[in-house]
């Protein structure tokens, strides 16, 4: 039955579907919207990729592929970085802030980033389908968040590049030279944002690597540069896997290294950079906890759950991954989870009405798979939505598990996929503890009626970013960062310029 509104309505009567409503009959009733796909056709996409240092195309001696983790079909080929490669996009990098970046005038340097922002801003529906087709997420997601903040982030920081001495008032600031830069697969153009941006306002020049699985947009990025007619080799983008990004935080000529990504490579790399010179930001992983107090607004906490885990299928690093509920209303909050998980649908992320899209990569798929099975071989209570999954790519159910004990690995490791721990708590303190008791301190979210109990308990937790009755919102004037095991530095906000200036 096709409604006005173009939503099918498909009612199964003893296996057999009629289309109708018989009353006494009725076994099913699932609501399926029509497809609305995202038009790809006006998307520019080249077949091969190369680095993009000094302001050239430059070939490599290896070349990998980049693949739609929806369809696992080969999107492009995408240069390798090798240590001589990496090299020559560091020397360019240092020569451009040697001969003309760091002698332009402040107002110069945020009129380049102004440019970035408007170009972007007239691509912004090209960028959020590459984004989707890359790395696998919903493309409502990419168009309502991914593109839009990174947007915002350069117009942000292109505010505050001529006003360094009102973020820094009585203190003289300058350059540290050339920044270093690797990012992850989750956010890859936003990421890229919150760090160039930053470090062009501040007077840096940039060496930037994408991560493996998602490099298109950082290069769809470049072309935006050059049409902003930035000087050469302010910007440097480079493509590679691991040892790429080791190279950038090996070379001596890199004077700032900004990491994004996991808390094993975070430590690798405080390692290499202790004793040196070179000034380091990590922001790695996480381990949220959502908190529902028995006072919340059941319904508004059930959407925050939602996006607190299932947003970019759960490869969020400040995901509400834990879900900590007061036992009073564990009953009602599981049921109404339940029934929110059967409406979410899993699926092409091209179209407009996906909620969860692919995973990101088969390898993240067998680390979430072997997580999830120990949630269950460590006594765990799993519940999967039973959405039929498409035949090709990688696919996760949304997943929730109940019966945690603290010590579970699902309540202790990040899964950076679709699967939500719950928790039991009796008392605020109770809360606050199990909160705390991670090595992650990120993110986390209160939801309560009591504005007292929001600042009493959100005040004893470590977590660099908090939220109150909403989850995972961003915004560039807001500084987003970690304790503990989730790194150091802040990116965002006035916060965000100290990482980038001595
Ligand atoms: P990852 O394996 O640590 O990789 C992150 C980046 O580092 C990638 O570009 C990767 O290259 C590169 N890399 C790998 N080994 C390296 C090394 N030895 N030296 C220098 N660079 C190296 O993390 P991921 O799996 O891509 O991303 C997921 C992790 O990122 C999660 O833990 C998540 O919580 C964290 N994350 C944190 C934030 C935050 O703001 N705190 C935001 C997003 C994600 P290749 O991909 O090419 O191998
Ligand atoms: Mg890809």
Redesign the pocket.
């Known amino acids: 039955m096709k409604t006005q509104t173009g939503i099918r309505q498909k009612i199964s009567t003893n296996g057999k579907s009629n289309g109708y409503r018989t009353h006494g009959k009725l076994k099913t009733s699932i609501w399926e919207y029509s497809k609305s796909v995202e038009d790809s056709k006006h998307i520019q996409l080249k077949s091969e990729y190369d680095l993009f240092i000094g302001g050239k195309r430059i070939k490599t001696k290896k070349y990998f592929d980049t693949i739609n983790p929806s369809n696992e079909e080969v999107i492009a080929k995408v240069a390798y970085a090798s240590d001589e490669d990496v090299n020559k996009a560091v020397n360019a990098a240092a020569k451009a802030y040697d001969k003309v970046w760091s002698k332009i005038s402040a107002k110069e340097r945020s009129k380049y980033i102004f440019r970035i922002a408007r170009i972007l801003q007239e691509k912004a529906r090209e960028f959020a389908v590459i984004e989707s087709m890359d790395g696998g997420k919903p493309v409502k997601e990419s168009k309502s968040v991914d593109v839009p903040l990174a947007i915002a982030h350069f117009f942000y920081y292109a505010g505050w590049a001529d006003k360094l001495e009102l973020a820094f008032p009585g203190r003289k600031v300058s350059p540290l030279g050339v920044a270093g830069q690797?990012?992850?697969?989750?956010?890859p153009l936003l990421?890229a944002a919150w760090k160039i941006a930053p470090a062009l306002a501040c007077g840096n020049t940039v060496v930037i690597?994408?991560?493996?699985?998602t490099p298109l947009t950082l290069y769809k990025l470049a072309e935006v540069i050059e049409e902003a007619e930035l000087p050469e080799g302010v910007v440097n983008i480079i493509s590679?896997?691991?040892?790429?990004?080791?190279a950038?935080?090996r070379h001596p000529k890199t004077k700032k290294i900004a990491?994004?990504?996991?808390?094993?490579?975070?430590k690798?790399?405080m390692r290499q950079t202790a004793g040196t010179d070179k000034k380091l930001t990590l922001?790695?992983?996480?381990k949220a906890a959502n908190i529902i107090f028995e006072d919340a607004p059941v319904d508004a906490a059930i959407e925050g759950i939602i996006n607190g885990i299932y947003f970019n299928q759960g490869?969020?690093?400040?995901a509400g991954s834990r879900l900590l509920v007061q036992e009073s209303i564990k009953d009602i909050v599981i049921k109404k989870l339940k029934h929110r998980l059967k409406s979410l649908r899993v699926g092409d992320p091209l179209d407009k009405n996906t909620d969860v899209g692919a995973i990101n990569s088969k390898m993240?798929l067998n680390k979430i798979t072997e997580l999830v099975q120990s949630g269950i071989d460590e006594g765990a209570k799993i519940y999967q939505s039973e959405c039929q999954l498409p035949s090709r790519g990688y696919w996760f159910r949304p997943t929730f598990f109940t019966d945690v004990a603290q010590s579970h690995r699902i309540a202790g490791e990040?899964i950076?996929g679709p699967v939500l721990s719950i928790l039991t708590f009796r008392t605020p303190a109770e809360a606050v503890e199990k909160a705390n008791n991670t090595c992650y301190g990120?993110s986390a979210g209160v939801w309560t009626d009591k504005g007292s109990k929001i600042f009493k308990v959100l005040s004893k937790i470590r977590a660099g970013v908090v939220w109150s009755n909403t989850y995972n919102k961003f915004n560039p004037a807001s500084p987003?960062?970690?304790y503990k095991e989730?790194?150091f530095g802040r990116?965002g906000g006035k916060h965000g310029l100290e990482g980038y200036v001595k």
Not at 259 to 266: A, D, Q, W
Not at 315 to 318: D, E, Q, S, T
């Open positions: 690797i990012i992850p697969w989750n956010f990421m690597k994408s991560a493996e699985t590679g896997d691991g040892a790429t990004g080791a950038i935080v990491f994004t990504g996991s808390t094993e490579v975070g690798i790399i922001e790695l992983g996480g490869h969020v690093c400040c993240q990040e950076f990120l987003f960062g970690g989730s790194g990116e």
